[in-house]
């Protein structure tokens, strides 16, 4: 498996190869690459190190482990909403198989951390717990992915990449960088779709683009 991680701390993409029983990175023995990967049939996964160390502390908080069957997934498999935090590699789905007060108690955890940017309330979430640390702000009023531009780095770059090669056969290499080839693709997709073709991926172009690729399975 091929893992790509945004070193928040220093700002880059790094790139681990690793087996689905190995330990994702950042995350010490608390989180496997296959328990991340969860239903995904990617060989290709991303995330960030503070996700992951967010993870890792409320795993210690918890003081056991967490059953997780839903974490990462990418856009063109579905399974979520339009700008799913999970095609981010930044959510996580857990604990359906606690009762419902053990699974309170985690919930409760989640919020009293300060660990997450979104812990889902219960009645949106009554059977698991969904606590995920999204970038903010969005860039479309309610939520979702937030504006990207020349010179971003990211896990939101990979899914814009992911959806241009899904939607119009880009051929971008997944980085995590936007760079020269990036814009030349998010361009061409504005322009034919008659958006404003300035290079960002703003509001509209975020619609679209993820309209168009959802769980359409490209399979790439």
């Given amino acids: 498996m091929t893992v790509l991680v945004h070193n928040t701390r220093a700002n880059r993409m790094e790139r681990f190869e690793l087996g689905l029983r190995e330990a994702m990175p950042y995350a010490d023995a608390s989180l496997l690459v296959g328990e991340f990967r969860g239903t995904s049939q990617s060989p290709l996964l991303w995330t960030r190190s503070d996700v992951m160390a ?118 971008i290499e997944i980085d995590g960088i936007f760079g020269i080839e990036t814009n030349e693709a998010l361009n061409l997709f504005q322009a034919v779709n008659g958006l404003t073709a300035d290079g960002m991926a703003g509001c509209a172009t975020w619609q679209l683009l993820t309209a168009l690729t959802r769980g359409v399975g490209y399979g790439g």
């Fill in 54 to 171: 967010a993870w890792v502390t409320t795993r210690r908080l918890w003081g056991e482990p967490i059953y997780l069957p839903y974490a990462f997934r990418r856009i063109w498999e579905g399974g979520h909403s339009y700008q799913s935090q999970h095609y981010a590699g930044t959510a996580f789905d857990c604990a359906q198989n606690l009762s419902s007060q053990r699974r309170e108690a985690l919930r409760a955890l989640a919020e009293g951390s300060g660990l997450w940017t979104y812990v889902e309330p219960a009645p949106l979430a009554p059977a698991w717990v969904h606590m995920d640390l999204r970038t903010l702000p969005p860039v479309c009023p309610g939520g979702g992915y937030p504006l990207l531009r020349m010179g971003s780095i990211g896990v939101y770059v990979c899914i814009l990449q992911d959806a241009l090669n899904t939607a119009e056969g880009a051929g």
